[in-house]
């Protein structure tokens, strides 16, 4: 059993930053690639960064958030970061880390994927 816990939320104005923190109890088998999602109100669960938990793990980012959105890891802090940079409006949502064992990139921003997730962080941008 993974247990996933985010932090680093809040609100912020548009142009702004924060970074959001998921501390992971253990990286499992099962577990070795963490993502972050995010789930606004009314719309789907969306992948905004995937990593593979190891040294110099791949990322992966949806066009949404490239270049504006960085995911790293601390691996002795079993702990992976995402960075947000020149937010928008429509970056507001809950923002939930996730882990899992991903076989085809075609599955890295699918929800169903992944085995464990934490409890979501608000992240509110003004305009």
């Known amino acids: 059993q993974v247990e996933l816990v985010e932090s680093g939320g809040g609100s912020v104005e548009a142009g702004g930053s924060l970074r959001l923190s998921c501390a992971a109890s253990?990286?499992?088998?099962?577990?070795?690639?963490m993502a972050w999602f995010r789930q606004a109100p009314g719309k789907e669960r969306e992948g905004v960064a995937v990593?593979?938990?190891?040294?110099?793990?791949?990322?992966y980012y949806p066009d949404s958030v490239k270049g504006r959105f960085t995911i790293s890891l601390d691996d002795a802090k079993r702990t992976v970061y995402l960075q947000m940079n020149r937010l928008i409006p429509e970056d507001t949502a809950m923002y939930y880390c996730?882990?899992?064992?991903?076989?085809?990139?075609?599955?890295?921003?699918?929800?169903?994927?992944?085995?464990?997730w934490g409890q979501g962080t608000q992240v509110t941008v003004s305009s």
């Open positions: 996730a882990a899992g064992s991903i076989v085809s990139t075609a599955h890295l921003f699918i929800p169903d994927h992944y085995n464990y």
């Open positions: 253990a990286i499992t088998y099962d577990s070795p690639y």
């Open positions: 990593i593979y938990y190891s040294s110099g793990g791949n990322k």
